[in-house]
C-alpha cells in the first residue's frame, strides 16, 4: 500500500497491477489480500503454469545468477512449456552488463527471449497475458 500510495503521489495516472512476492511462496490468507489488490502476483518455482493456474501465485522461471540457470535450462524450460501448452513467467530484477545475483545480463535475457520467440510463443507483458486469458471462454 505504502508504494502504490507513493506512486499516486508521483504519477498519478499509473498503478501497480501487479505483485512479485519476495523469497518464500504466500500463505493462503496472503494470496487472499493480493488477490483482493492486484491483476495477477507471480511466485517462483522455476516451472511454468499449465492446467489450472492460480492469479494470485502464479509459477515464475528466474533468470538469475543465483538460480545458477544455463542457457540449455532455458531452452529446457521452453521445450516443456511448448509441449504442454503452458505459460511460461521469465522474472529478473537488473538486467546489466555486471549484474547483481538477482539479475541477469542483457546477452542472457536477449537469448531466452529468442528461444521463447523462436518456439512460437506469444511473447506478452504479465497483464496482458492475463487478458488474454480472461477472453478465453470456459465450457
Known amino acids: ?68 540457470i544455463s542457457k540449455s535450462d532455458v531452452q529446457a524450460l521452453i521445450d516443456r512449456n511448448a509441449a504442454n501448452r503452458g505459460w511460461l513467467i521469465f522474472a529478473t530484477h537488473d538486467i546489466e552488463a555486471q549484474s547483481s545475483p538477482y539479475g541477469c545480463t542483457p546477452d542472457f535475457l536477449e537469448m531466452a527471449v529468442r528461444k521463447a520467440a523462436l518456439s512460437g510463443a506469444d511473447l506478452v507483458p504479465l497483464c496482458e497475458a492475463v487478458d488474454l486469458l480472461s477472453a478465453i471462454p470456459t465450457a
Open 1 to 68: 500500500e505504502r508504494n502504490r500510495n507513493a506512486l499516486r503521489q508521483v504519477l498519478p495516472q499509473l498503478q501497480f497491477l501487479t505483485f512479485a512476492y519476495p523469497k518464500s511462496g504466500p500463505t493462503l490468507q496472503t494470496k487472499r489480500e493480493v488477490g483482493r489488490r492486484f491483476v495477477a502476483a507471480r511466485a517462483g518455482g522455476q516451472i511454468g503454469n499449465t492446467g489450472v493456474g492460480d492469479l494470485s501465485a502464479l509459477n515464475a522461471c528466474f533468470l538469475d545468477q543465483r538460480t545458477r
